[in-house]
Protein backbone atom coordinates (compact mmCIF):
# COMPACT_ATOMS: atom_id res chain seq x y z
CA UNK A 1 0.00 0.00 0.00
CA UNK A 2 1.22 3.61 -0.78
CA UNK A 3 0.26 6.12 1.53
CA UNK A 4 -0.60 3.77 4.48
CA UNK A 5 1.09 6.02 6.97
CA UNK A 6 -1.50 8.95 6.48
CA UNK A 7 -4.86 9.07 7.53
CA UNK A 8 -6.96 7.03 5.90
CA UNK A 9 -3.73 4.44 4.79
CA UNK A 10 -3.12 3.85 8.39
CA UNK A 11 -6.96 3.31 9.10
CA UNK A 12 -6.72 1.03 6.20
CA UNK A 13 -3.60 -0.66 7.33
CA UNK A 14 -5.30 -1.33 10.60
CA UNK A 15 -8.05 -3.39 9.14
CA UNK A 16 -6.06 -5.32 6.69
CA UNK A 17 -3.32 -6.31 9.68
CA UNK A 18 -6.46 -7.29 11.66
CA UNK A 19 -7.86 -9.59 9.22
CA UNK A 20 -4.76 -11.44 8.88
CA UNK A 21 -3.44 -9.75 5.64
CA UNK A 22 0.29 -8.98 5.21
CA UNK A 23 0.54 -4.94 4.91
CA UNK A 24 4.08 -3.75 2.70
CA UNK A 25 3.68 0.22 3.70
CA UNK A 26 5.66 2.32 1.27
CA UNK A 27 5.23 6.01 2.23
CA UNK A 28 7.40 9.11 2.60
CA UNK A 29 6.24 11.12 5.38
CA UNK A 30 5.26 13.76 3.49
CA UNK A 31 1.94 14.07 5.19
CA UNK A 32 1.53 11.05 7.35
CA UNK A 33 3.21 10.19 10.33
CA UNK A 34 5.11 7.57 11.82
CA UNK A 35 2.99 7.78 15.16
CA UNK A 36 -0.08 6.79 12.69
CA UNK A 37 1.39 3.82 12.22
CA UNK A 38 3.77 3.29 15.39
CA UNK A 39 1.42 0.72 16.80
CA UNK A 40 1.85 -1.67 14.04
CA UNK A 41 5.80 -1.78 13.56
CA UNK A 42 7.65 -4.46 14.59
CA UNK A 43 4.33 -7.44 14.49
CA UNK A 44 4.01 -10.09 12.14
CA UNK A 45 2.10 -8.78 9.39
CA UNK A 46 3.43 -4.82 8.86
CA UNK A 47 6.41 -4.12 6.80
CA UNK A 48 7.12 -0.06 6.64
CA UNK A 49 8.95 0.63 3.40
CA UNK A 50 10.01 4.93 3.96
CA UNK A 51 10.58 5.51 0.00
CA UNK A 52 9.24 8.43 -2.17
CA UNK A 53 6.68 6.68 -4.33
CA UNK A 54 7.67 8.35 -7.55
CA UNK A 55 11.04 6.04 -7.01
CA UNK A 56 10.04 2.39 -8.82
CA UNK A 57 8.26 0.38 -5.67
CA UNK A 58 10.84 -2.40 -5.21
CA UNK A 59 8.59 -4.81 -3.43
CA UNK A 60 10.42 -8.22 -3.09
CA UNK A 61 7.40 -9.88 -1.57
CA UNK A 62 4.24 -11.57 -3.02
CA UNK A 63 1.37 -8.71 -3.86
CA UNK A 64 -1.80 -9.58 -4.33
CA UNK A 65 -3.48 -5.89 -3.97
CA UNK A 66 -1.80 -2.60 -4.54
CA UNK A 67 -3.51 0.19 -2.89
CA UNK A 68 -2.32 3.50 -3.97
CA UNK A 69 -3.40 6.24 -1.50
CA UNK A 70 0.21 7.77 -1.88
CA UNK A 71 -1.06 11.73 -2.32
CA UNK A 72 -1.58 15.13 -0.57
CA UNK A 73 -5.51 14.94 0.52
CA UNK A 74 -6.07 18.21 2.46
CA UNK A 75 -6.35 21.44 0.10
CA UNK A 76 -3.63 23.18 2.65
CA UNK A 77 -1.24 20.11 1.99
CA UNK A 78 -1.59 20.27 -1.73
CA UNK A 79 -1.68 23.58 -2.22
CA UNK A 80 1.60 23.77 0.19
CA UNK A 81 2.76 20.79 -1.97
CA UNK A 82 1.81 21.44 -5.62
CA UNK A 83 4.65 20.01 -7.55
CA UNK A 84 4.90 16.59 -5.18
CA UNK A 85 1.03 16.26 -5.48
CA UNK A 86 1.43 16.33 -9.13
CA UNK A 87 3.96 14.07 -9.66
CA UNK A 88 2.90 11.45 -6.92
CA UNK A 89 -0.51 11.57 -8.59
CA UNK A 90 1.09 10.71 -12.41
CA UNK A 91 5.09 9.22 -11.51
CA UNK A 92 3.58 7.53 -8.13
CA UNK A 93 0.44 6.20 -10.07
CA UNK A 94 2.42 4.96 -12.94
CA UNK A 95 5.36 3.19 -10.25
CA UNK A 96 2.11 1.42 -8.28
CA UNK A 97 0.21 0.07 -11.22
CA UNK A 98 3.48 -1.17 -12.69
CA UNK A 99 3.88 -3.17 -9.82
CA UNK A 100 0.12 -4.20 -10.07
CA UNK A 101 1.16 -5.04 -14.11
CA UNK A 102 4.12 -7.29 -12.83
CA UNK A 103 2.75 -9.17 -9.95
CA UNK A 104 -0.21 -10.06 -11.56
CA UNK A 105 -1.76 -7.98 -8.71
CA UNK A 106 -5.64 -6.04 -8.50
CA UNK A 107 -5.07 -2.56 -8.17
CA UNK A 108 -7.29 -0.37 -5.83
CA UNK A 109 -6.76 3.58 -6.66
CA UNK A 110 -7.90 6.18 -3.75
CA UNK A 111 -9.66 9.04 -6.37
CA UNK A 112 -11.55 11.59 -5.02
CA UNK A 113 -14.86 13.50 -5.03
CA UNK A 114 -12.39 16.21 -6.87
CA UNK A 115 -12.33 15.04 -10.00
CA UNK A 116 -16.15 16.35 -10.23
CA UNK A 117 -14.36 19.83 -9.01
CA UNK A 118 -17.10 22.51 -8.43
CA UNK A 119 -20.16 19.83 -9.88
CA UNK A 120 -23.00 21.00 -11.79
CA UNK A 121 -24.90 18.01 -11.48
CA UNK A 122 -25.74 17.02 -7.94
CA UNK A 123 -25.58 14.88 -6.52
CA UNK A 124 -22.42 13.75 -8.27
CA UNK A 125 -23.18 10.06 -10.10
CA UNK A 126 -20.13 8.50 -11.28
CA UNK A 127 -21.10 8.83 -15.12
CA UNK A 128 -20.83 12.98 -14.51
CA UNK A 129 -17.63 14.42 -16.07
CA UNK A 130 -17.21 17.02 -13.57
CA UNK A 131 -16.16 20.95 -13.90
CA UNK A 132 -12.22 21.43 -13.11
CA UNK A 133 -10.78 24.41 -14.01
CA UNK A 134 -7.50 23.19 -15.17
CA UNK A 135 -5.40 26.09 -14.27
CA UNK A 136 -6.57 27.01 -10.59
CA UNK A 137 -4.62 26.33 -7.64
CA UNK A 138 -6.63 22.99 -6.52
CA UNK A 139 -5.95 21.93 -10.41
CA UNK A 140 -2.72 20.34 -8.72
CA UNK A 141 -4.63 17.81 -7.00
CA UNK A 142 -7.94 17.46 -9.24
CA UNK A 143 -5.75 17.23 -12.61
CA UNK A 144 -3.74 14.71 -10.76
CA UNK A 145 -6.08 12.54 -10.03
CA UNK A 146 -7.98 12.88 -12.97
CA UNK A 147 -4.70 11.68 -14.49
CA UNK A 148 -4.04 8.88 -12.44
CA UNK A 149 -7.97 7.71 -13.24
CA UNK A 150 -6.45 7.66 -16.99
CA UNK A 151 -3.83 5.74 -16.09
CA UNK A 152 -5.22 3.28 -14.32
CA UNK A 153 -8.28 2.77 -16.84
CA UNK A 154 -5.16 2.49 -20.01
CA UNK A 155 -3.40 -0.30 -17.82
CA UNK A 156 -6.67 -1.81 -18.01
CA UNK A 157 -7.55 -1.84 -21.42
CA UNK A 158 -3.44 -2.21 -23.05
CA UNK A 159 -2.30 -4.15 -20.05
CA UNK A 160 -5.56 -6.22 -18.84
CA UNK A 161 -4.42 -5.36 -15.45
CA UNK A 162 -6.92 -5.45 -12.71
CA UNK A 163 -7.98 -2.59 -12.09
CA UNK A 164 -10.87 -0.80 -9.40
CA UNK A 165 -11.38 3.34 -9.42
CA UNK A 166 -12.45 4.38 -5.65
CA UNK A 167 -13.80 8.58 -5.61
CA UNK A 168 -13.84 9.07 -1.76
CA UNK A 169 -15.44 11.93 -0.51
CA UNK A 170 -15.15 13.73 2.46
CA UNK A 171 -13.67 11.62 4.75
CA UNK A 172 -13.18 12.30 8.94
CA UNK A 173 -12.11 10.65 11.91
CA UNK A 174 -9.15 10.29 14.33
CA UNK A 175 -5.65 10.24 13.33
CA UNK A 176 -6.17 13.46 11.20
CA UNK A 177 -3.76 16.03 11.77
CA UNK A 178 -4.89 19.43 13.98
CA UNK A 179 -3.28 21.26 10.92
CA UNK A 180 -4.78 19.78 7.73
CA UNK A 181 -6.43 22.65 7.60
CA UNK A 182 -9.55 20.52 6.56
CA UNK A 183 -12.99 21.36 8.67
CA UNK A 184 -13.37 18.74 11.30
CA UNK A 185 -9.79 19.04 12.66
CA UNK A 186 -10.06 22.86 12.36
CA UNK A 187 -13.74 22.85 14.26
CA UNK A 188 -12.78 20.23 16.77
CA UNK A 189 -9.29 21.65 18.28
CA UNK A 190 -10.82 25.82 18.02
CA UNK A 191 -13.62 24.74 19.46
CA UNK A 192 -11.46 22.14 22.40
CA UNK A 193 -9.47 25.07 22.95
CA UNK A 194 -12.23 28.02 23.07
CA UNK A 195 -11.00 29.56 19.86
CA UNK A 196 -13.39 30.91 17.29
CA UNK A 197 -14.23 28.40 14.51
CA UNK A 198 -13.64 30.12 11.30
CA UNK A 199 -16.12 29.29 8.74
CA UNK A 200 -16.12 30.12 5.26
CA UNK A 201 -17.92 32.39 3.05
CA UNK A 202 -21.36 32.46 4.67
CA UNK A 203 -21.21 28.75 5.68
CA UNK A 204 -24.22 27.04 3.71
CA UNK A 205 -21.38 25.42 1.37
CA UNK A 206 -22.38 22.02 1.88
CA UNK A 207 -20.20 18.99 2.55
CA UNK A 208 -20.89 15.42 3.09
CA UNK A 209 -19.05 13.82 5.52
CA UNK A 210 -18.34 9.90 5.81
CA UNK A 211 -16.72 8.08 8.97
CA UNK A 212 -13.34 6.80 8.39
CA UNK A 213 -13.92 3.10 9.45
CA UNK A 214 -17.13 3.02 6.51
CA UNK A 215 -14.55 4.34 4.15
CA UNK A 216 -11.93 1.75 4.92
CA UNK A 217 -14.86 -0.63 4.43
CA UNK A 218 -15.48 0.65 1.47
CA UNK A 219 -12.22 0.60 -0.18
CA UNK A 220 -12.04 -3.49 1.44
CA UNK A 221 -14.99 -4.54 -0.14
CA UNK A 222 -14.39 -2.89 -3.46
CA UNK A 223 -10.51 -4.53 -3.25
CA UNK A 224 -12.43 -8.15 -2.71
CA UNK A 225 -14.52 -7.61 -6.20
CA UNK A 226 -13.28 -7.51 -9.51
CA UNK A 227 -15.33 -4.11 -10.25
CA UNK A 228 -13.59 -1.61 -12.27
CA UNK A 229 -15.42 1.21 -10.72
CA UNK A 230 -15.22 4.03 -10.61
CA UNK A 231 -16.97 3.79 -7.48
CA UNK A 232 -18.36 6.62 -5.49
CA UNK A 233 -18.15 6.24 -1.40
CA UNK A 234 -18.97 8.96 0.55
CA UNK A 235 -22.14 9.28 2.67
CA UNK A 236 -25.33 10.80 1.12
CA UNK A 237 -26.22 12.93 4.82
CA UNK A 238 -25.40 16.25 3.21
CA UNK A 239 -24.56 19.16 6.02
CA UNK A 240 -23.93 22.65 5.54
CA UNK A 241 -20.35 23.70 7.15
CA UNK A 242 -21.91 26.57 9.46
CA UNK A 243 -24.59 23.28 10.52
CA UNK A 244 -21.16 21.27 10.74
CA UNK A 245 -19.56 24.10 12.94
CA UNK A 246 -22.60 24.37 15.17
CA UNK A 247 -22.83 20.38 16.05
CA UNK A 248 -18.82 20.44 16.71
CA UNK A 249 -19.66 23.21 19.18
CA UNK A 250 -22.88 21.10 21.17
CA UNK A 251 -20.03 17.93 21.02
CA UNK A 252 -17.31 19.64 22.56
CA UNK A 253 -19.84 21.72 25.21
CA UNK A 254 -17.46 24.86 23.99
CA UNK A 255 -18.73 28.45 24.39
CA UNK A 256 -16.36 29.28 21.20
CA UNK A 257 -18.10 31.85 18.92
CA UNK A 258 -18.42 31.55 14.93
CA UNK A 259 -16.46 33.81 12.96
CA UNK A 260 -17.08 34.29 9.15
CA UNK A 261 -14.05 34.56 6.90
CA UNK A 262 -13.51 34.39 2.99
CA UNK A 263 -14.03 31.75 0.78
CA UNK A 264 -10.89 29.87 -0.83
CA UNK A 265 -10.82 30.40 -4.82
CA UNK A 266 -12.68 27.49 -6.54
CA UNK A 267 -14.16 26.09 -2.98
CA UNK A 268 -16.87 23.50 -4.49
CA UNK A 269 -20.56 24.88 -3.14
CA UNK A 270 -22.28 21.43 -3.01
CA UNK A 271 -20.74 17.91 -2.50
CA UNK A 272 -22.99 14.57 -2.25
CA UNK A 273 -22.24 11.17 -3.72
CA UNK A 274 -24.63 8.99 -5.68
CA UNK A 275 -24.16 6.37 -3.88
CA UNK A 276 -26.22 4.01 -5.91
CA UNK A 277 -23.08 1.77 -7.01
CA UNK A 278 -21.81 1.29 -3.63
CA UNK A 279 -25.23 0.20 -2.56
CA UNK A 280 -25.99 -1.85 -4.87
CA UNK A 281 -23.07 -3.63 -6.07
CA UNK A 282 -21.54 -4.00 -2.94
CA UNK A 283 -23.85 -3.91 -0.29
CA UNK A 284 -21.92 -0.93 0.85
CA UNK A 285 -23.88 2.09 3.44
CA UNK A 286 -22.06 4.23 5.55
CA UNK A 287 -23.03 2.81 8.92
CA UNK A 288 -22.06 5.07 11.20
CA UNK A 289 -24.02 8.39 11.90
CA UNK A 290 -21.95 11.92 11.80
CA UNK A 291 -22.36 13.02 15.47
CA UNK A 292 -21.38 9.43 16.63
CA UNK A 293 -17.99 9.77 14.24
CA UNK A 294 -17.68 13.40 15.26
CA UNK A 295 -18.38 11.84 18.97
CA UNK A 296 -15.13 9.51 18.86
CA UNK A 297 -13.38 12.11 16.66
CA UNK A 298 -13.60 14.39 19.64
CA UNK A 299 -12.66 12.09 22.18
CA UNK A 300 -9.44 11.13 20.22
CA UNK A 301 -8.44 15.02 19.52
CA UNK A 302 -9.26 15.30 23.47
CA UNK A 303 -7.02 12.73 23.87
CA UNK A 304 -3.83 14.19 21.73
CA UNK A 305 -4.60 18.08 23.12
CA UNK A 306 -3.75 16.41 26.69
CA UNK A 307 -1.12 13.98 25.48
CA UNK A 308 0.37 16.89 24.10
CA UNK A 309 -0.40 19.34 26.80
CA UNK A 310 1.59 16.41 29.24
CA UNK A 311 4.61 16.24 27.25
P1 LIG B 1 -2.92 11.86 4.08
O1 LIG B 1 -2.19 13.07 3.63
O2 LIG B 1 -3.18 11.70 5.53
O3 LIG B 1 -2.17 10.55 3.58
C1 LIG B 1 -1.44 10.49 2.39
C2 LIG B 1 -0.19 9.68 2.66
O4 LIG B 1 0.58 9.61 1.44
C3 LIG B 1 0.71 10.31 3.70
O5 LIG B 1 1.12 9.34 4.65
C4 LIG B 1 1.90 10.82 2.90
O6 LIG B 1 3.09 10.88 3.66
C5 LIG B 1 1.94 9.84 1.76
N1 LIG B 1 2.62 10.33 0.58
C6 LIG B 1 2.38 11.47 -0.09
N2 LIG B 1 3.21 11.59 -1.14
C7 LIG B 1 3.99 10.47 -1.13
C8 LIG B 1 5.02 10.00 -1.98
N3 LIG B 1 5.46 10.68 -3.04
N4 LIG B 1 5.59 8.80 -1.69
C9 LIG B 1 5.18 8.07 -0.62
N5 LIG B 1 4.20 8.48 0.21
C10 LIG B 1 3.60 9.67 -0.05
O7 LIG B 1 -4.27 11.81 3.25
P2 LIG B 1 -5.56 10.91 3.45
O8 LIG B 1 -6.65 11.81 3.87
O9 LIG B 1 -5.25 9.72 4.24
O10 LIG B 1 -5.83 10.48 1.94
C11 LIG B 1 -5.38 9.24 1.44
C12 LIG B 1 -5.78 9.09 -0.02
O11 LIG B 1 -7.20 9.16 -0.13
C13 LIG B 1 -5.21 10.19 -0.90
O12 LIG B 1 -4.82 9.63 -2.13
C14 LIG B 1 -6.38 11.11 -1.10
O13 LIG B 1 -6.30 11.78 -2.31
C15 LIG B 1 -7.55 10.16 -1.04
N6 LIG B 1 -8.77 10.85 -0.59
C16 LIG B 1 -8.90 11.28 0.71
C17 LIG B 1 -10.04 11.96 1.08
C18 LIG B 1 -10.27 12.43 2.49
O14 LIG B 1 -11.33 12.99 2.78
N7 LIG B 1 -9.36 12.22 3.41
C19 LIG B 1 -11.05 12.23 0.14
C20 LIG B 1 -10.85 11.82 -1.16
C21 LIG B 1 -9.72 11.12 -1.52
Known amino acids: MTGGAGFIGSHLCDALTHSGFAVICVDNFLTGSRDNI ?3 LGTENFTLIEQDANDKLAVADEVDVVFHLASPAS ?17 GTLNALELARERGARFVLASTSEVYGDPHQHPQTESYWGNVNPIGPRSVYDEAKRFAEAATAAYRREYGTDTAIVRIFNTFGPRMRTDDGRAVPAFVTRALAGQPLRVSGDGHQSRSLCYVEDTVAGLLVVAASDHPGPVNLGTEDERTVLALAHLVLDLTGSAAEIE ?10 RRRPDTTVAREVFGWVPRTAIEDGLAATVAWFTQQLAAGAAR
Open 75 to 91: PADYLRHPIPTLSVGSI
Open 38 to 40: EHL
Open 260 to 269: FIALPEDDPV
